[in-house]
């Protein structure tokens, strides 16, 4: 991986695919989404938070599902765009895009809890380990219900699917990730153990989580 602290002109293609995936990935897509829904602010339902999870309180599975797949995208759409100009910046725009979701400047750096957009990503840059953690993410969320701890679940599991498979460099973007994730889900983690988690719920107006 290039040394940020090296020459201007050969870093700046590194520095610009972490602007440029940051700026991808700071697209507040559950607030777009359910603001031109006429739901109003997503950010005023439930636990605030941007993320699919989130937007399924209002009872909208479609824009539930549509805030997932563009979370997921946008992360998926760094990578991609990035990867025509090597694996470095692949993984650079990567991590920026998942920086972004956690912390937009459209929303004073109050983003989301980036579970989508790290599968996203993941997805992207290790399709064969992308589609392993969204397997248990799915299953672990089939299963237990609980969409906070599928997304730890997901986020031990992604940076042991990429060892198995040998690759290093992303391995430790995955980590990073992952770390993160846990991080955001803080809050989730003491209600899960102290039995008060929701559950989630595909009803109209369901709890479907914190």
Known sequence: MVSPLGDL??????LAAVVLGYLLGSVPFGVLLTRAAGLGDIRRVGSGNIGATNVLRTGRKGLALATL????GKGAAAVLLAGQFGQDIAV???GGAFLGHLFPPWLRFRGGKGVATFLGVLLALVPLAGLLACSTWLLAA???RYSSLAALAAAVAAPV???WLG???RMELTIAMAVLVFIRHRLNIRRLISG???KIS???GSKAGR
């Open 202 to 204: 595909l009803g109209r």
């Open 167 to 169: 690759d290093w460099q």
């Open 196 to 198: 008060d988690e929701t």
């Open 161 to 163: 699917y990429v060892w």
């Open 69 to 72: 797949l563009l979370d997921g």
């Open 9 to 14: 002109g050969y870093t700046w293609p590194f």
């Open 92 to 94: 650079l725009a990567g």
């Open 142 to 144: 089939v299963f237990a």
